[in-house]
């Protein structure tokens, strides 16, 4: 590529930090996060000034925000997400039954939590966590995803 | 009619309401945050951890002393430790916990030492000016030096004053 190639880079930086798309997968929550993850697409607090847009296929995301403590039926399907993502890729963890299995823990149904699953770089603690706590773990997790980006 | 013309024009003088990152919407009053804990006054009894629906809290006696633990990546934040703890020491942080990138980097710990018995030196889980009064009244100097006895010598005492002939001192 040649004199063009750092022109490239800086313009794909600048797209990863101006517009991460964001993927959405409940493995078994209790909808609590999944609701609070919605207002936050309100105009109240807005995320998609951050750039963010919810996009309903993995392979355009770069953001994979996982809710609830992965049940048995869909951990295959968690796997199987987590890998059509492109790379660089972040997984952010939200609540307390992804970072933990929470009052889950110990039952028979409950494969997780989603560490055991796939590797997550972000958790967002809560049951569920504040609107404003998952817009400035979104911003965190951009950062992240620019890191991740200029490492690779 | 009216009522939504009046509806626009009110959201036309109002402006926009999206919060510009990062502002922040303040926690309501009594917002659940983070367990924290005033080791002066708990009572080692444990009840915190026998409570907690998610095995959020772990407490253990040992060497004199109890250890509790808290993982805030367990908790539910139904606060039952904090209504059912006799002693008072639990209190829930007003604000919203930050977000983290390893397991346990938001843990609390904390020991709570036993002061040793002041007859036989035996460590023994202490009691507070607090609960002395939540459980027997005002607290005199009676209950406060039978108190500060461990277990087994607070029953010796008891044991001696009951041989002696009523009213007579131990
Ligand atoms: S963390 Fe709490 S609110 Fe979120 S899915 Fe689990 S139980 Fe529901
Ligand atoms: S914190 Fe409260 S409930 Fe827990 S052991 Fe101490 S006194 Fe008991
Ligand atoms: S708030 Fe509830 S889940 Fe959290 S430590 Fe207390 S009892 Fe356990």
Same mark, same amino acid.
């Given at each position: 590529?040649?004199?063009?190639?750092?022109?490239?880079?800086?313009?794909?930086?600048?797209?990863? @930090?101006?517009?991460?798309?964001?993927?959405?997968?409940?493995?078994?929550?209790?909808?609590?996060?999944?609701?609070?993850?919605?207002?936050?697409?309100?105009?109240?607090?807005?995320? #998609?000034?951050?750039?963010? @847009?919810?996009?309903?296929?993995?392979?355009?995301?770069?953001?994979?925000?996982?809710?609830?403590?992965?049940?048995?039926?869909?951990? #295959? $399907?968690?796997?199987?997400?987590?890998?059509?993502?492109?790379?660089?890729?972040?997984?952010? $963890?939200?609540?307390?039954?992804?970072?933990?299995?929470? &009052?889950? $823990?110990?039952?028979?149904?409950?494969?997780?939590?989603?560490?055991?699953?796939?590797?997550?770089?972000?958790?967002?603690?809560?049951?569920?966590?504040?609107?404003?706590? &998952?817009?400035?773990?979104?911003?965190?997790?951009?950062?992240?995803? &620019?890191?991740?980006?200029?490492?690779? | 009619?009216?009522? +939504?013309?009046?509806?626009?024009?009110?959201?036309?003088?109002?402006?926009?309401? %999206?919060?510009?990152?990062?502002?922040?919407?303040?926690?309501?009053?009594?917002?659940?945050?983070?367990?924290? +804990?005033?080791?002066?006054?708990?009572?080692?009894?444990? +009840?915190? %951890?026998?409570?907690?629906?998610?095995?959020?809290?772990?407490?253990?006696?040992?060497?004199?002393?109890?250890?509790?633990?808290?993982?805030?990546?367990?908790?539910?934040?139904?606060?039952?430790? =904090?209504?059912?703890?006799?002693?008072?020491?639990? %209190?829930?942080?007003?604000?919203?916990?930050?977000?983290?990138?390893? *397991?346990?980097?938001?843990?609390?710990?904390?020991?709570?030492?036993? *002061?040793?018995?002041?007859?036989?030196?035996?460590?023994?889980?202490?009691?507070? =000016?607090?609960?002395?009064?939540?459980?027997?009244?005002?607290?005199?100097?009676?209950?406060?030096?039978?108190?500060?006895?461990?277990?087994?010598?607070?029953?010796?005492?008891?044991?001696?004053?009951?041989?002696? *002939?009523?009213?007579?001192?131990?």
């Amino acid at each position: 590529m040649g004199v063009l190639e750092p022109i490239l880079l800086r313009l794909v930086d600048r797209a990863r @930090r101006k517009s991460a798309w964001l993927f959405h997968f409940n493995a078994g929550a209790c909808n609590g996060c999944d609701i609070e993850l919605v207002a936050c697409l309100t105009p109240r607090y807005d995320v #998609e000034q951050l750039g963010i @847009r919810l996009e309903g296929s993995p392979r355009h995301a770069d953001i994979l925000c996982v809710t609830g403590p992965v049940t048995r039926t869909t951990r #295959e $399907a968690l796997r199987t997400i987590h890998a059509q993502l492109p790379d660089p890729k972040v997984v952010v $963890a939200i609540g307390s039954c992804p970072a933990t299995a929470n &009052v889950f $823990a110990g039952s028979p149904v409950i494969d997780g939590p989603v560490d055991r699953i796939i590797p997550v770089d972000l958790f967002i603690p809560g049951c569920p966590p504040r609107p404003n706590a &998952v817009v400035q773990g979104i911003a965190e997790a951009i950062e992240l995803l &620019v890191a991740k980006g200029v490492a690779q | 009619m009216f009522h +939504i013309l009046r509806r626009l024009a009110g959201n036309l003088a109002q402006g926009p309401v %999206s919060l510009r990152f990062p502002a922040e919407v303040p926690p309501p009053a009594g917002l659940r945050g983070l367990v924290r +804990i005033d080791p002066g006054r708990c009572l080692a009894c444990g +009840i915190c %951890s026998y409570v907690c629906v998610s095995n959020a809290i772990t407490g253990a006696e040992s060497q004199g002393a109890y250890a509790w633990a808290y993982e805030p990546g367990r908790c539910t934040f139904c606060g039952r430790c =904090e209504d059912h703890c006799p002693g008072s020491a639990l %209190s829930m942080d007003p604000q919203a916990p930050p977000s983290y990138t390893t *397991p346990g980097e938001l843990a609390r710990t904390a020991t709570v030492a036993f *002061p040793a018995c002041p007859v036989c030196g035996e460590p023994n889980p202490h009691v507070t =000016e607090e609960w002395i009064g939540k459980a027997f009244g005002a607290p005199n100097g009676e209950t406060r030096e039978l108190l500060r006895l461990c277990v087994r010598c607070r029953r010796r005492r008891i044991a001696q004053g009951m041989k002696q *002939p009523h009213g007579g001192q131990p």
